[in-house]
T-cell receptor
Framework: DGGITQSPKYLFRKEGQNVTLSCEQN?????MYWYRQDPGQGLRLIYY???????QKGDIAEGYSVSREKKESFPLTVTSAQKNPTAFYLC?????????????FGEGSRLTVL | AQSVAQPEDQVNVAEGNPLTVKCTYS??????LFWYVQYPNRGLQFLLK??????LVKGSYGFEAEFNKSQTSFHLKKPSALVSDSALYFC??????????????FGTGTRLKVLA
């Protein structure tokens, strides 16, 4: 079955450490997105990518980095510069940037800073 | 900038009663609107979308939504609520960017609680 796989499901990090969240899709989608979810704040866009080797900052990109070396993969690194990284992170994809349809989401990764 | 608002943090409804979860939007141009549902510690699942055409949109699990251009609303409805419908619901709008691409803007979510 096609879908989006995020790993790990749960991750604990000590302050000062970088961590990388994995996002892989086998839907043959061009566009991929990373969102951060905090209670009562909805989803906020961190980074997005429309094609391989290209990505753009979203609304809250500070302290995060991404890469898009393959169409299927869009990993997110939470760096030590991110002051409040504890959150639920969601990866999503869509067919193309011009597609008028919905986003498809992974199951999320919950990051906790100890 | 485009935006959506979900005015209710929580909605309580008795099982078997009709339910409504409210969403209003602010867009320039034609709106592309979506509803998603999220169960605890899970990703978002797509319910339905409005792109153009009929103002009453039917979606998954018996949900429907009514697009009202004059009231700039896109409320989610279901004729008869189930306890299993208890979850967090998000309204979203697609926003065009200057680069010719798009991003999706989400509301803050409404928690639906269906009481047995």
């Amino acid at each position: 079955d096609g879908g989006i796989t995020q790993s790990p499901k749960y991750l604990f990090r000590k302050e000062g450490q970088n961590v990388t969240l994995s996002c892989e899709q086998n839907l043959n989608h061009d566009a991929m997105y990373w969102y951060r979810q905090d209670p009562g704040q909805g989803l906020r866009l961190i980074y997005y990518s429309q094609i391989v080797n290209d990505f753009q900052k979203g609304d809250i990109a500070e302290g995060y980095s991404v890469s898009r070396e393959k169409k299927e993969s869009f990993p997110l690194t939470v760096t030590s510069a991110q002051k409040n990284p504890t959150a639920f992170y969601l990866c999503a994809s869509s067919k193309t940037s011009a597609y008028a349809g919905e986003l498809f989401f992974g199951e999320g990764s919950r990051l906790t800073v100890l | 900038a485009q935006s959506v608002a979900q005015p209710e943090d929580q909605v309580n409804v008795a099982e078997g009663n009709p339910l409504t979860v409210k969403c209003t939007y602010s867009v320039s141009g034609n709106p592309y609107l979506f509803w998603y549902v999220q169960y605890p510690n899970r990703g978002l699942q797509f319910l339905l979308k409005y792109i153009t055409g009929d103002n009453l949109v039917k979606g998954s699990y018996g949900f429907e939504a009514e697009f009202n251009k004059s009231q700039t609303s896109f409320h989610l409805k279901k004729p008869s609520a189930l306890v299993s419908d208890s979850a967090l619901y998000f309204c979203a709008v697609r926003e065009p960017l200057t680069s010719g691409t798009y991003k999706y803007i989400f509301g803050t979510g409404t928690r639906l609680k269906v009481l047995a």
